[in-house]
């Protein structure tokens, strides 16, 4: 009951930045768990950024993305964002928006980021 539509994803070189952008529709409860994962072929879907969509908006980054991402959402809580800097050829993926809630977990389609020279 959750859809999302995704958007941001495309090539960019390393050092270079990227913002992807993910609103929610449906049946949307306040309280809830936002973010991106990203998966490469071969490996398991990792989490990248999450932000709680109540209270003060608690954030959780991955190691890797530290001080160089920044995750927020809009004032309606139905979007996150995910703005990518530093990029680094590593970053490439594809990268899934997620939303939790009422203990359900909802996934986007996906949005392929490439990071190449």
């Known amino acids: 009951q959750v859809h999302f539509v995704e958007s941001g994803g495309g090539l960019v070189q390393p050092g270079g930045s990227l913002r992807l952008s993910c609103t929610a529709s449906g049946g949307l409860y306040v309280v809830a768990v936002m973010g991106w994962y990203r998966q490469t072929p071969g490996s398991e879907r990792e989490m990248v950024a999450t932000?709680?969509?109540?209270?003060?908006?608690?954030?959780n980054y991955a190691d890797s993305v530290k001080g160089r991402f920044i995750v927020s959402t809009a004032n309606t809580k139905n979007s996150v964002y995910l703005q990518m800097n530093s990029l680094k050829p590593n970053d490439t993926a594809v990268y899934y928006c997620y939303r939790k809630q009422l203990g359900n977990d909802y996934w986007g389609q996906g949005t392929q980021v490439t990071v190449s020279s």
């Open positions: 932000i709680s969509t109540s209270g003060i908006g608690l954030t």
